[in-house]
């Protein structure tokens, strides 16, 4: 089935940095997604991007889907403690029926205080 | 306001028994979804569900059975558990199509 690459698998950083991580699949997608999971929660959708190219913010967070159709960014800016978690990415590939989306492997965010 | 709701949130069984996790949604929304989560494998589709009545498979749907009577509930059943099925289990549900909601998650173990 399809496959989604996000990177980096990881991030350690202090609080205050601003933290980037992206998406990217061999194949043409029609929607990207990012979703946010704490520990022990189902996930919780932060961003929809539907065009390519649109660039949209959730506070401090920032997505962007990207121009080729193949990959997608997320950008947290000034990151704090609440924002630990992982981050997935997730999208329906073009000619996929609805409801079918594929995830990525997730990025796991730690901040130190 | 509950929105969407998953139970058990835990759940032990031994290998072999039926056991059945429930999902329930107030928003009215179609369609209906449920996955699990695995180390290294991230989010699977194993069945989805467009409308009531209406049920499909998804990327994992060996060993699964879903039912649909009721707008509102999707309840997911494992015929005859076994121990590759233990995992974090999430119903999910929306009304725009690509937007899913999730659930908080059952998490089971097979023993």
């Known amino acids: 089935g399809q496959q989604l690459n996000q990177s980096p698998q990881s991030m350690f950083i202090q609080e205050g940095e601003d933290v980037s991580m992206n998406c990217t699949s061999s194949?043409?997608?029609?929607?990207w997604l990012w979703y946010k999971q704490d520990p022990g929660e189902g996930p919780v959708l932060l961003i929809a991007?539907?065009?390519?190219?649109e660039l949209t913010s959730n506070g401090r967070l920032t997505a962007q889907f990207g121009i080729t159709r193949k990959d997608s960014f997320l950008n947290i800016s000034a990151s704090i403690p609440s924002d630990v978690g992982i981050y997935f990415c997730?999208?329906?590939?073009?000619?996929?029926?609805?409801?079918?989306?594929?995830f990525g492997q997730g990025t796991i965010l730690t901040v130190h205080p | 306001d509950a929105g969407i709701t998953q139970s058990p949130r835990y759940k032990i069984t031994e290998t072999g028994r039926q056991v059945t996790l429930m999902c329930h949604q107030t928003?009215?929304?179609?369609?209906m979804f449920w996955y699990r989560q695995d180390l290294g494998h991230g989010l699977r589709l194993i069945y989805y569900?467009?409308?009531?009545?209406?049920?499909d498979k998804g990327e994992v749907p060996d060993g699964y059975v879903v039912s649909r009577s009721k707008t509102e509930n999707f309840p997911l059943t494992l015929e005859s558990a076994t121990r590759s099925q233990t995992s974090v289990y999430f119903c999910?549900?929306?009304?725009?199509?690509?937007?899913?909601?999730f659930g908080p998650g059952t998490r089971l173990t097979v023993t």
């Open positions: 991007l539907y065009k390519a190219g």
């Open positions: 569900s467009a409308a009531a009545d209406i049920t």
């Open positions: 194949s043409i997608f029609n929607t």
């Open positions: 999910a549900s929306t009304a725009v199509l690509d937007e899913q909601y």
């Open positions: 997730a999208g329906r590939s073009g000619g996929t029926s609805y409801g079918k989306l594929t």
């Open positions: 928003w009215s929304h179609s369609y």
